[in-house]
């Protein structure tokens, strides 16, 4: 499997290529998550930031943690019901509420992350220090990439789900 600019196979394009890494890389972190502490994944994720950057309203979670709103809803509601995080609701406005760890969360998130960190550790001993600092750069820069290509995208062609849903449904139904 070789990247290639000009891609004419799935293994040659990045997000192909960076998506298996992330299956085969997180696989042991997910055993770690639901089979050693019941939480998920994506509740992973959303704790660890939590206890990275400190309370914060969902719609800034989801942002943040580059999720959409509806699903960070339901790992908000799923971590609440675990007694891992609590709404605290902004003085002046009830309606409005930050999310935040419980006592229980940062004691899971202290447990837990040394596990996850040392998964890691293993992961990138593949790789000597040069190769590490520019893997760092690189990614640094595909990131700029592809949050201003995002940005150019949005305003070119708008997502619509439901006509893609029809379509799949006309398909099947012939």
């Not at 406005?93 to 293993?122: I, M, Y």
């Not at 520019?134 to 940005?151: C, P």
Request: hydrophobic fraction near 45%.
């Amino acid at each position: 499997m070789t990247l290639s600019r000009q891609a004419v196979r799935l293994d040659e394009l990045l997000n192909y290529r960076l998506m298996r890494l992330i299956a085969l890389s997180g696989a042991p972190v997910i055993r770690l998550c639901e089979g050693r502490h019941g939480i998920a994944r994506r509740e992973w994720r959303l704790l660890a930031h939590l206890a990275a950057h400190g309370p914060l309203s969902p719609s800034a979670l989801a942002e943040q943690i580059a999720l959409d709103r509806a699903r960070t809803s339901r790992a908000i509601g799923s971590l609440s019901a675990k007694g891992l995080v609590e709404r605290v609701a902004l003085p002046g406005d009830r309606r409005r509420a930050l999310v935040a760890l419980s006592d229980k969360g940062r004691a899971l998130h202290a447990e837990l992350f040394p596990q996850v960190a040392e998964l890691n550790r293993r992961l990138l001993a593949a790789l000597d220090d040069g190769l590490l600092a520019s893997l760092d750069t690189a990614l640094q820069r595909l990131d700029a990439q592809a949050q201003q290509i995002n940005r150019s995208f949005a305003t070119e062609v708008r997502a619509d789900r439901s006509r893609g849903a029809g379509r799949r449904a006309e398909t099947t139904s012939k």
